[in-house]
């Protein structure tokens, strides 16, 4: 610093006059002692100083120096430089002062350092944290424990209904609810069912303290990053769960139930809480705890269960939906597969119980047949138990929940169902059953048939009406309407048709395909790949495909194919089409690639109908053709609200482009035609525009009728099945005639329901269809001679290698007579049922009538081609 800044030093025994009087030279009054006069070698610089500075005053002087010894904001003179404000090079700079750092609770950022060191925290910062934290996490402990109480099983009877409402707001059906529970003690339980559900669910359950830290960690790692959550991994979990009604999976609510096992697990003694478990846990059937279970699935009391009973219900427990062979909500819950699914858990329970010591392999050995289940009992009767079943999975699905806790009760739902609508279908099957079954007088062809429908709006998507069999309370728990395992047979054709008039072929594209366009029509033509070359068949030779009859076509167009639902031209169309692309407007249309016949998807048959989709989709289908090629997802529920409260993922489905409009109009004007002068004549005196297509599969094993009106799209499908192995049988003489087609019974009953459900309505006119695409006059392949022409054999069985099959399924033989049931009225030799041989692309299992992808529609069993966008 400056030294001219500096205070003076004071001489002692004396303030600053003593200091002035014993400078030397003269004084002029209040002036400051000139540099230089303490004699100090710092009073030059290294310059050589400086002219002197006239003497200031003392108050001056007195500034100065304490300017100087403050580091004052001020800035000090220039050390040398004329004229310049600072000093040279080694020359002192502006002075501040270095007064000690104030000290802070938390020193973060550090003071006293720089750079990165300021954000780097101490060690004693890092502990501090690290100890307070686990402070408050024992504090929070003590609070959360102290706050929570023991779970009451009583308290879990509180259960509300669900209550479902028709369209027009009024009460269809109330279920779930308290009507069945009782809490019975531990001493009523067996200790089988103890065993058995230790063994399966928790085997350290004896052992462990309540909860599983790996389990809630795991849990809360997956709620962080948006996953499913998860349910409780011990017993003692799943109880304290089982007592919430409230079954929203949140940070908070788990910290809850993670205080309440604890607490739980040191208040009750082991077997109370599996009995508690047992008392809230649901089984299926409506049945809440283990005592209504053991009455819903053997009419005994919980303590006279057998082991056999008693792993049941064990298995049960994994989730009802899925393993109570009645059935349940979703595709995937059908009774057939829900019964293999528990049968297979039975099993495993019961050898899990050796592997953890609770059952000796010698009692293991004894144990071999499944129990048998009582019959199940339904408050639903009539339809009202399918329709709560759909708007059950509807819900379930649309809001993100299980089926189970769904049961939990508290859902008011509103649904589209249109009550008359409902009864009136429900009639018209009742009536064409009772006028073509006689199960006395033919019980080897009248038993077991099967009928289904669903009736859609195109304009919206809703399903207002559907019919799925006799009813929960006749002991028929499958819902036809919904069913995804019977084939579809020709009601297929319209789609692929649209696809030709949407893409093209391979020979028109970019350009579209009219329906005028001319295919051959001949039975057992030779169906060719998109390089022109004949598709080969298993016995290695050209592959043929096989109509109804033997009538020889020729050249016929497209429309006219439809009209008579000839198999040929269609079989050839959808290779030339590309079968990716029909399953890309089939799907655009509603249809789930679930439904599409997996062991078929690139082979002839799929074009002829192989595929399995269920009544209600097969309607909305049809409704996007209604719609003029606007497409709405099927809906069934409006509004739910849960504790009156409306959730907001229900809003009407959105609508979609699955093709344009003229394709769509063109598609019904064709299927005007068919209803017109076609194989769907017996609806063609409604009295209102209609359009429509029949549908009948190989071996007679399933007829189909879908029509529809600008106002309705309903879909009506008639199969019989065997109700032990629910495989599919043929119809050939049910009803007393030789083979049942979509033209005959199904469409009695579409147009017995649809000249009611309409009856008030205005009726509105399909859209014209304006021409389009190009008339394409496809060259005939050879016709085969008689002498060259297979005899009809019976249906090739799937393989994955090639084998010699061709097959035609039986005809009736023409009749001069049109009865009520006639199935050849007004067809002209040409009808839409038909087979074919040829390999098949995979083994697939036989079609059932609840969930399956089967092939036994031999509407076509081409053989794997390629090609241009063959596939």
């Known amino acids: 610093m400056s030294e001219h800044r500096r205070k003076p030093s004071q001489p002692q025994g004396g303030g600053r006059a003593a200091a002035r009087r014993g400078q030397t030279g003269p004084s002029s009054g209040r002036r400051a002692a000139p540099r230089g006069a303490t004699g100090s070698p710092a009073d030059s610089y290294e310059s050589g100083g400086e002219e002197e500075r006239p003497y200031t005053g003392r108050a001056e002087a007195r500034r100065a120096a304490q300017r100087s010894s403050s580091g004052g904001r001020r800035r000090g003179a220039d050390a040398t430089g004329p004229g310049g404000r600072r000093g040279g090079p080694d020359g002192p700079g502006r002075a501040r002062a270095s007064g000690p750092v104030k000290k802070r609770f938390i020193d973060y950022p ?99 303290r309540g909860v599983d830290p790996k389990g809630i960690a795991r849990a809360f790692v997956n709620m962080a990053r948006g996953g499913e959550t998860q349910g409780g991994s011990t017993i003692t979990q799943q109880y304290v769960k089982n007592t919430y009604l409230n079954q929203d999976q949140t940070i908070t609510r788990k910290f809850k139930e993670l205080f309440i096992s604890i607490k739980v697990n040191s208040k ?103 129990p048998t289940l009582k019959k199940v009992n339904s408050t639903l009767s009539g339809q009202t138990g399918y329709l709560v079943d759909i708007a059950k999975e509807y819900v379930a699905k649309k809001a993100g929940i299980t089926p189970e806790q769904l049961e939990k009760g508290g859902y008011r739902i509103y649904t589209t169902f249109d009550k008359k609508k409902v009864t009136e279908l429900e009639k018209a099957v009742k009536a064409t059953k009772k006028s073509f079954l006689d199960t006395k007088a033919r019980p080897k062809t009248d038993k077991d048939v099967q009928f289904g429908a669903a009736s859609v709006d195109p304009k919206t998507g809703a399903i207002v009406a559907l019919y799925g069999g006799d009813g929960f309370d006749k002991g028929h728990y499958s819902n036809n309407a919904n069913t995804t395992g019977v084939p579809v047979g020709s009601t297929w054709k319209p789609i692929v048709l649209a696809t030709a008039m949407q893409y093209g072929t391979y020979k028109t594209t970019p350009q ?45 167009t497209l429309k006219k194919a439809m009209e008579q639902s000839i198999n040929s031209p269609f079989a050839q169309l959808g290779v030339d089409v590309g079968l990716s692309k029909t399953r890309k407007v ?41 719609a003029s090629g606007s497409h709405y997802e099927p809906y069934s529920v409006t509004k739910v609200l849960k504790d009156s409260k409306p959730l907001s993922q229900f809003k009407p489905p959105a609508e979609k482009t699955a093709m344009s409009e003229n394709v769509a109009n063109n598609v019904t004007d064709v299927l005007q035609n068919v209803v017109q002068n076609g194989t769907g004549k017996k609806v063609a005196d409604m009295g209102f525009p209609v359009a429509g297509k029949t549908g009948t599969t190989d071996k007679n094993k399933s007829a189909w009728f879908v029509g529809y009106t600008r106002e309705l799209s309903t879909a009506v499908t008639l199969f019989r099945s065997d109700p032990k192995t629910s495989k599919l049988e043929s119809m050939n003489g049910t009803g007393g005639v030789a083979s049942v087609h979509g033209g005959d019974i199904p469409a009695q009953v579409w147009k017995d329901y649809m000249a009611v459900a309409l009856k008030n309505s205005k009726h509105e006119d399909f859209p014209k269809a304006e021409p389009l ?44 007579t049109c009865g009520n049931f006639s199935w050849n009225c007004g067809n002209n030799g040409g ?21 399956t992808n089967g092939n036994t529609r031999g509407n076509g069993n081409g053989g794997i081609f390629a090609g241009q966008n063959g596939g």
């Open 110 to 208: 550090r003071a006293g350092k720089s750079g990165a060191g300021r954000w780097m925290p101490s060690w004693k910062l890092v502990t501090g944290t690290f100890l307070t934290f686990c402070g408050g996490l024992l504090v929070a402990a003590g609070i959360g424990y102290a706050m929570v109480g023991v779970p009451n099983p009583n308290d879990t009877a509180l259960a509300q209904n669900n209550v479902f409402y028709w369209s027009d707001n009024t009460q269809m059906a109330a279920t779930g609810g308290q009507t069945n529970r009782q809490i019975v003690g531990p001493e009523a339980i067996p200790k089988a069912m103890k065993n058995a559900v230790v063994s399966a669910e928790n085997a350290s359950f004896y052992k462990d």
């Open 268 to 370: 009750l003694s082991k077997d109370q809480i599996l009995a508690g478990y047992l008392n809230t846990a649901y089984y299926g059937r409506n049945a809440y705890g283990i005592q209504a279970a053991a009455q819903a699935y053997f009419g005994v009391d919980a303590d006279k269960l057998s082991t056999e009973q008693c792993v049941f219900l064990a298995s049960v427990l994994k989730g009802p939906n899925l393993y109570n062979p009645d059935g349940g909500v979703g595709a995937l819950a059908d009774p057939d597969s829900n019964t293999k699914r528990v049968k297979e858990r039975w099993k495993w329970i019961l050898d899990r119980e050796v592997t953890v010591g609770n059952m000796t392999q010698a009692e293991r050995t004894k144990i071999k047949t499944f």
């Open 586 to 626: 089939a799907e655009s249309m509603g249809i789930l690639p679930d439904s599409f016949d997996q062991g078929n998807l690139n082979n002839v048959s799929f074009s002829l109908g192989t595929s399995t989709p269920s009544a209600i989709r097969m309607a909305d289908a049809y409704g996007t053709f209604a």
């Open 512 to 556: 579209a395909l009219s329906p005028m366009a001319r295919y051959n029509g001949d039975d057992l033509l030779v169906i060719k790949d998109q390089n022109g070359d004949p598709i080969m068949g298993n016995d290695g030779k050209p592959f043929r495909q096989k109509n109804e009859g033997t009538k020889a076509w020729g050249m016929v």
């Open 773 to 816: 695409g190009e008339i394409l006059n496809a060259s005939p392949s050879p016709s085969p001679t008689p002498s060259t022409t297979p005899s009809p054999s019976a249906s090739p069985t799937p393989s994955n290698s090639p084998s010699p099959s061709i097959s035609s399924s039986p005809t009736a033989s023409p009749t001069d």
């Open 831 to 851: 009808t839409d049922a038909g087979s074919s041989g040829g390999p098949t692309g995979s083994t697939s299992p036989t079609p059932t009538a609840t969930n």
